[in-house]
């Protein structure tokens, strides 16, 4: 499992660079971490006595105007190191990554205390550590103390410390630096190889502090070694997956339940719950509903939030039927459990979706009939529906009803408004919505402002989206990552390449941090300006954040590599996303498929087709007029025919594309004459002729006159 496989560095890394051994993608290491990054202690005056037994924190308006109490644990008072600790923060070199790193140079009064400390019991240590790591006023004492120790192999095992402070940390909310956490799980950086106490508290932090890809490489490492994750460790993974979660990631949970049994973890109810919730989100209700089944037949109790998320995948699926059964079977009208607001919603959906008007208010009748209040989310997808059916006037009458029922309408449903504007392309409309908000003292916020930067941006009206991002600016809304994504995306359609690298530097100059969809438009925009070393690169730079590539990420790099001719690279795209777990997607293939067809290289072509339907991928019809394409190029129309008959025989309908391509096929190899019938056969099929179709019909019979005259 190679979800992520960085080369980290060593725990305290020296100023001077070292090689390592980069990733498939991944060529620097990373940054090293530098342990000053941590909250500095002002120097602590010796005021210690010798008869407490704990570090103890005076009470005073300033967390550091006073010193810590006095540590004496079992007769060894470390109130000495303590002070020597808080003015001498851990040095910036450090010794090379050794099992038994020695320092080259050290301080009179460090190699004093060294000397004082040798003989100090791991016990006691443990004790201090405790101590230290139960206040936060005394806790980057704590981040001093484990690198001390390391240092001067004064304890073992430094494992169990490190875990220790590790927990401490993410608890007080302390996001520790990616390198920090990659530096610890390095062999010979505190064990080798590295415990699975440790790598089990790594992967609580980072997903802690929500950063899935690195829990997952720490998952990976800790498989390599034949550890297995504790259950709260893997619960943590998964709520922290599900709080990132988008459908691209699907493949990462999928290899994840196929290891669940080798993991020896027990399913119980949280964790079935977790799962559930997970591919609900991912939009794939059939595993959902696998789940469920499995969790009532271990006779659990799955928690209600799953439920409803369950509910809203199969209502966003159009599965209306399955979604009423489900609400009826947790919500039954003489049960126990009355469904929340949130449970009537995910079933409205549904009824929004196969545009059932009348189940729809039928849902808003019996909430209101059960005393349950519609919040604003029910009358969004009211809404949607109206005008989905172009009932403006019922919108208009849900508006004054929401007014009427004291739930007077925000900017969320008037964003729901916009969003079916801007689905339909009727982006013009957008200012008449704003103009009716603001008729009705309603300020946009953040995700109106968002949706109506998307609005323009799709249709690529730039200067819209740009005096949108100013206007919201001015108002006082601060664009966050989504508002970034958006408007770099614009620039990017507008074919504005340059700017979208200064936008990705503005972005983090404002202080937003770029997630994997804000580089996943970097990457794509660079692959379209065919500048495949800075895409390489952005890639790195990825990695390097903590960031997962997913099902995008490769997809945009297989089709930047094969447009450019490096089909080696696009070839070894699907082989590292192979091996990151990830399953190669049809419109991937399209893409490989395609790029060889404009080369005219048919027999790799085939390969790649070979290799699609080894991949258990249908292929699509898309595929299969690239194929057509590259044997026209190639000038072998005798094999582009046989791709029509294989279509033929496995249920796969041509389409106008096809036979156009089959007809430059043809012309291609001076055959004019068999040109007409293929027209008549295309429409026979059913297949409605283009202008390019006729085209190629003219140019055949203009060809087929020329041969015939004397």
Not at 94 to 116: D, G, I, Q, R, W
Not at 348 to 359: E, T
Not at 360 to 378: I, K, P, Y
């Amino acid at each position: 499992m190679a979800l992520l496989s960085p080369s980290p560095p060593p725990l305290f890394p020296s100023t001077s660079t070292s090689s390592s051994s980069p990733s498939r993608f991944l060529s620097p290491p990373f940054t090293p971490w530098k342990l000053q990054s941590l909250p500095s202690i002002p120097s602590l005056s010796p005021l210690y006595s010798a008869t407490t037994t704990t570090v103890s924190t005076t009470a005073s308006s300033s967390p550091f105007s006073s010193p810590p109490g006095s540590t004496v644990i079992e007769g060894y008072d470390f109130s000495p190191l303590l002070t020597y600790l808080s003015s001498h923060p851990p040095p910036r070199q450090s010794p090379s990554p050794s099992p038994s790193p020695s320092p080259s140079k050290l301080l009179p009064a460090e190699l004093h205390l060294v000397n004082n400390y040798r003989s100090v019991p791991a016990h006691v240590w443990l004790s201090l550590l405790n101590s230290l790591i139960s206040s936060d006023y005394t806790l980057p004492l704590a981040s001093h103390l484990v690198p001390f120790l390391s240092r001067h192999n004064l304890s073992f095992p430094l494992d169990l410390f490190c875990s220790s402070l590790i927990h401490s940390l993410s608890k007080s909310k302390t996001e520790l630096p990616t390198s920090l956490l990659l530096s610890l799980s390095k062999p010979h950086s505190l064990t080798s190889p590295p415990s699975p106490l440790l790598l089990n508290s790594l992967i609580s932090s980072s997903s802690l502090s929500s950063r899935p890809a690195l829990s997952l490489h720490f998952l990976s490492l800790l498989l390599s070694h034949s550890y297995l994750p504790d259950q709260a460790s893997f619960s943590q993974l998964l709520s922290s997956l599900i709080s990132s979660l988008s459908p691209h990631d699907h493949p990462v949970l999928s290899l994840l339940l196929s290891r669940l049994d080798s993991l020896s973890l027990q399913p119980d109810a949280p964790l079935l719950s977790l799962l559930i919730n997970a591919f609900s989100l991912c939009s794939d209700p059939d595993t959902s509903l696998n789940l469920l089944s499995l969790t009532q037949s271990l006779g659990l109790t799955p928690r209600l939030s799953c439920i409803v998320s369950l509910l809203s995948s199969l209502s966003s699926a159009g599965r209306v039927m399955e979604a009423e059964s489900l609400f009826l079977e947790f919500f039954p009208p003489d049960g126990p459990l009355r469904p929340r607001v949130h449970a009537y919603n995910a079933l409205l959906k549904g009824y929004v979706k196969i545009r059932s008007l009348k189940d729809a208010e039928q849902v808003l009748d019996e909430m209101s009939h059960c005393g349950v209040q519609a919040n604003e989310a029910t009358y969004g997808l009211l809404i949607d529906a109206y005008t989905e059916a172009g009932r403006w006037e019922s919108t208009r009458i849900l508006l004054e009803e929401m007014e009427a029922c004291g739930a007077r309408p925000g900017a969320y449903v008037f964003s729901r408004i916009l969003v079916r504007f801007r689905d339909k392309g009727e982006w013009q409309k957008s200012f008449a919505v704003l103009r009716e908000m603001r008729k009705n003292g309603i300020k946009p916020d953040r995700h109106f402002y968002n949706v109506m930067i998307d609005a323009f941006g799709k249709h690529n009206v730039l200067k819209h989206a740009v005096d949108t991002f100013k206007k919201m600016k001015e108002d006082g809304i601060k664009p966050d990552v989504v508002t970034w994504n958006t408007f770099i995306n614009a620039h990017r359609r507008a074919g504005q390449f340059g700017r979208v690298m200064e936008l990705f530097e503005e972005m983090q100059e404002a202080g937003v941090e770029p997630g994997t969809t804000t580089y996943n438009i970097v990457i794509k925009s660079l692959g379209e300006e065919g500048r495949l070393e800075e895409m390489d690169k952005k890639l790195t730079e990825m990695k390097e954040a903590g960031l997962l590539p997913n099902i995008v990420t490769y997809t945009t790099l297989v089709d930047a590599y094969g447009k450019a001719g490096y089909y080696g690279h696009a070839v070894g795209c699907l082989e590292a996303m192979k091996s990151d777990g990830l399953r190669p997607t049809r419109s991937m293939y399209n893409a490989l498929i395609n790029a060889y067809a404009q080369r005219g290289l048919s027999d790799q072509a085939v390969e790649v087709f070979k290799m699609m339907k080894a991949d258990g991928i249908s292929p699509s019809v898309i595929a299969l007029n690239s194929l057509v394409n590259a044997f026209g190029e190639d000038r072998r129309d005798i094999e582009a025919f046989s791709v029509l008959q294989f279509m033929k025989d496995n249920a796969v309908k041509p389409d106008v594309v096809t036979y156009t391509t089959l007809m430059k096929a043809l012309i291609r190899v001076e055959k004019y004459d068999k040109v007409p019938s293929v027209f008549e056969e295309m429409i026979s099929y059913g297949c409605r002729p283009d202008k390019k179709a006729r085209e190629m019909l003219r140019s055949a019979l203009k060809y087929l006159r020329q041969l015939r005259r004397p």
